[in-house]
């Protein structure tokens, strides 16, 4: 009689042990899927060193292909976009989380480290106070009724919404205007460092707007209406600044960005290629909920929350269409959501949720139970996708940072790691993983050395029975290669362990181990003298691959 073990697809704890395949065990750590085969990842690779306290890196001088230069750190949960101002050449970056949403570049954010050095915040404050508009009375054209308004714009081109509007002024067509009044911007780091002034028009329409006069500098005190010509309509009406309490900043597409108003858990948006403009218009209350973390997928954005998701879609932020799913799986972690480009995970009550174009589903139904995943406090969770898999991280009961890869699309088991993560950067110019371990920022699966990893197979059942030797076919060797003979009485436990105790172990009560050195590939004897009804086995490596394992009662079954 036979046993092996091979295509190892990871570990299945929901089910009955005595009821696994071949394929999955109740044990996988530390290996490295999507070969078939077992092997072991690569320890991380350290390349940076962020200060002490830091929660978040993000790699600023994505032209350069460089594991160094340049990390942004920040020791509170933030969330960073790449800009998409197509006339920009700065690498400008908008984040949420380290206070009120701001922005940096590489032209003031590189300065020196820590990174960023400098920064602006995002949005321009609009100015507070109404113009003061009078008229010397010196045309003697058509008599007609003005307003005057006046914005604050940046070095960068972003202009703030509309000051109140001054009060009705009527004058002459052709008459001189004395404009005063003018609020000086408020302090901080705007860059606000021009202003620009509008007024009505009546079209031939009969339709009244306001149309730009002129621009002057933020340090202007007065200026007039001359007469000349009135170039375009005021754009900015209704722009705000971002809500100081957003956070979990997403890049969407058509140039979008969405953010959590954290104070009533309502999703605002930004105005298209405008990240520093979010009307109040653009907004959605999720029924019932508040929400808790975005993912995007295609052109949806999937809102998480504390009850059932939100679907949205649409090609403009003004038009968006929002879409309740019936499904009951609440986010309970923020940073564990993680879009996977097909759609979008995230740590529920019942397991690790997805949504994406085929629907919803929990991706560790059958894998794990309930109670196992909660076990592993999924409140603590964070993510991040690598190679097409979830790669999760979590607090164990011990407090000890744990991790995990699955695959949302085709989950056959779990495969844990020893260690996790707090924070993680995917770098998609150099297609790259960097997590932070302590102040390390260490190159995901690039080390010299690789993890221990472990496979345990399901257990075996049959006629009481003896395996007496076994084999393993890999790539290179040694090889750890252990049997584990289940259910024994004590008696013969302790028979075993006195007689050849450089040969057993007794790793949990009922279980005798047999552990082997494998060298090469050729059959191998293990000791006999008692026997089981039931069985497991398991191969550990720190190095090569491996194919298969297997057990026999005697040495021809395995030639």
């Known amino acids: ?69 340049y990390w942004l750190t920040w020791a509170n949960v933030v969330h960073a976009i790449h800009g998409f101002v197509s006339s920009d050449t700065t690498e400008r970056t908008f984040y949420t989380g380290d206070g009120p949403p701001k922005q940096t570049n590489t032209a003031i954010g590189l300065a020196g480290p820590p990174y960023p050095s400098a920064w602006r915040y995002l949005g321009v404050p609009a100015p507070a106070q109404a113009l003061l508009v009078t008229s010397n009375n010196d045309g003697s054209g058509d008599a007609e009724i003005r307003y005057y308004t006046y914005t604050y714009v940046t070095s ?11 009060a009705q002024v009527t004058c002459k067509s052709d008459d001189t205007l004395n ?27 009969g339709d009244t707007e306001f149309f730009f006069l002129r621009e002057e500098l933020s340090t202007t005190a007065n200026t007039t209406d001359d007469g000349r010509a009135l170039g375009e309509v005021l754009p900015t009406d209704g722009w705000l600044p971002p809500p100081a309490d957003l956070r979990n900043l997403t890049a969407m597409w058509n140039g979008i960005a969405a953010g959590i108003v954290d104070s009533d858990g309502s999703v605002r ?49 003004d038009s968006l269409d929002e879409q309740p799913l019936e499904m009951n799986q609440a986010c309970v972690a923020s940073r564990s959501a993680v879009s996977m480009g097909h759609g979008v995970a995230w740590a529920a009550p019942d397991g690790l949720a997805y949504f994406g174009a085929s629907g919803p589903k929990v991706v560790t139904t059958g894998i794990l139970t309930r109670e196992q995943w909660q076990a592993m406090r999924p409140d603590t969770m964070t993510g991040a996708a690598f190679e097409g898999a979830y790669f999760g991280s979590y607090l164990d009961a011990g407090n000890v940072r744990r991790g995990f890869f699955i695959d949302c699309i085709n989950p056959a088991g779990i495969f844990m790691l020893d260690a996790g993560y707090e924070s993680v950067f995917w770098d998609d110019s150099q297609d790259a993983l960097y997590v932070l371990d302590g102040t390390s920022i260490k190159r995901w699966d690039e080390g010299t050395a690789f993890m221990q990893a472990r496979h345990t197979s399901g257990t075996f059942q049959g006629t009481e029975t003896n395996y007496s030797a076994a084999r393993v076919e890999a790539d290179g060797y040694p090889i750890t290669f252990f049997v584990d003979a289940l259910e024994l009485p004590a008696g013969v436990i302790a028979d075993r362990l006195a007689a050849r105790p450089d040969l057993f172990t007794n790793p949990e009560p009922g279980v005798l181990r047999y552990t082997a050195n494998v060298i090469n590939r050729q059959p191998f004897k293990m000791p006999g003298q008692f026997t089981a009804r039931l069985w497991r086995m398991g191969v550990q490596t720190a190095a090569s691959g491996l194919q298969w394992a297997s057990m026999a009662t005697s040495l021809d079954e395995l030639v």
């Open 156 to 166: 960068y081109g972003e202009e703030s919404a509309p000051a109140p509007v001054s």
């Open 269 to 317: 948006y930004c105005i298209a290629y405008k990240p520093y403009a979010w009307p109040i218009s653009q907004e959605t209350i999720p029924p019932n909920a508040k929400a808790v973390a975005l993912g995007v997928f295609g052109q949806s954005l999937l809102i998480l929350t504390t009850g059932k998701p939100v679907l949205v879609s649409g090609s403009s932020p």
């Open 179 to 205: 404009i005063t009044n003018i609020a000086a911007p408020p302090a901080g780091s705007y860059g606000i460092n021009r202003i620009r002034f509008y007024r009505t028009q009546t079209g031939t329409a």
């Open 1 to 69: 009689m036979k046993r092996t073990i091979s295509t190892f697809a990871g570990a299945v704890l929901a089910t009955e042990p005595k009821l696994l395949g071949e394929t999955v065990g109740i044990e996988s750590r530390n290996q490295k899927p999507g070969r078939g085969d077992f092997r072991p990842w690569r320890e991380p690779k350290p390349v940076a060193t962020a200060p002490n306290g830091t929660k978040t890196i993000y790699r600023m001088g994505r032209s350069l292909a460089s594991d160094v230069l």
